[in-house]
């Protein structure tokens, strides 16, 4: 496993769930962070504790990445003072669910925004940083929803598999120049996605709910090991295993009973 002690680790999203506990096991492994999201208290309070715990350097950057170009900026005041980015961490995104056509469509352009062009300027601009560099390590946070179309969750399950076939060809794309790259692609976890979807939990969510933690470090091993992708938890890659034996046609069919309220 890669020794990220005293380089610095981007994460996206690190106001909740996933973002703070992949800043919390980067920091464990000596990483300084830099945490960026909308929402700055969470994060002071998170950046106070690890330094505290660990010792590390934290910077919190609040930054609005669903804006156009937010990724951009983020990335030149990161260069003004002069921290070069060792591991990306792209987790920020969120999901709408419903109806298609009963969603708001601002609030699906803002979720494509987030969940696509941003993660894929983050990702341009860090990445070419790292290749000139000789070196570094994108995650990217995709979900098994990106494996199958999902009903109640069309477009969101739709951006999640352009991330997943992204990171899986900037696995390969990116080798020669030792940028290691993978995708994590998570069930329903217990985090605050749902509650900022609109869904109620379904039983099928409660059966195979994983913790945020062991998600992670599934995540941070498959990254620094050099895995191109990974599905935690058994269940999951079951679900997705089973999808091999059906038609796509009785799979959309079946996800559209599984994600009803």
């Given at each position: ?12 999203g690190a106001s909740s769930g996933f973002g703070m506990d992949f ?58 003072h002069g921290l070069a980015v060792d591991v990306l961490i792209n ?171």
């Open positions: 496993m890669d020794n990220i002690k005293g380089k610095w680790a981007l994460v996206t800043a919390t096991a980067l920091a464990e492994r000596g990483a300084n962070l830099i945490l960026t999201a909308r929402r700055t208290e969470p994060m002071e309070k998170l950046a106070a504790n690890l330094r505290a715990l660990h010792g590390i350097e934290v910077v919190v950057e609040a930054a609005d990445l669903a804006a156009p170009g937010a990724g951009s900026a983020l990335k030149a005041q990161l260069d003004s987790n920020a995104g969120f999901g709408v669910y419903g109806q298609f056509v009963d969603q708001p469509l601002g609030k699906t352009l803002e979720m494509l925004q987030l969940n696509v062009l941003s993660l894929t300027e983050l990702t341009h601009v860090f990445a070419a940083d790292m290749v000139k560099r000789g070196g570094g390590h994108i995650l990217l946070v995709a979900s098994i929803g990106g494996y199958q179309a999902t009903p109640t969750y069309a477009a969101y399950a739709a951006s999640k598999a352009y991330v997943l076939l992204f990171g899986e060809a900037l696995h390969t794309e990116l080798a020669p120049s030792k940028v290691k790259v993978s995708v994590l692609s998570p069930g329903v976890t217990a985090t605050s996605f749902l509650a900022v979807s609109g869904q109620q939990t379904t039983p099928y969510q409660r059966l195979l709910m994983m913790q945020s933690r062991p998600v992670v470090d599934i995540g941070l091993k498959a990254l620094f090991n050099g895995t191109a992708s990974v599905i935690p938890g058994v269940g999951n890659k079951l679900t997705i295993f089973s999808n091999r034996f059906a038609p796509r046609s009785l799979q959309s069919r079946v996800a559209y009973q599984l994600m009803k309220n």
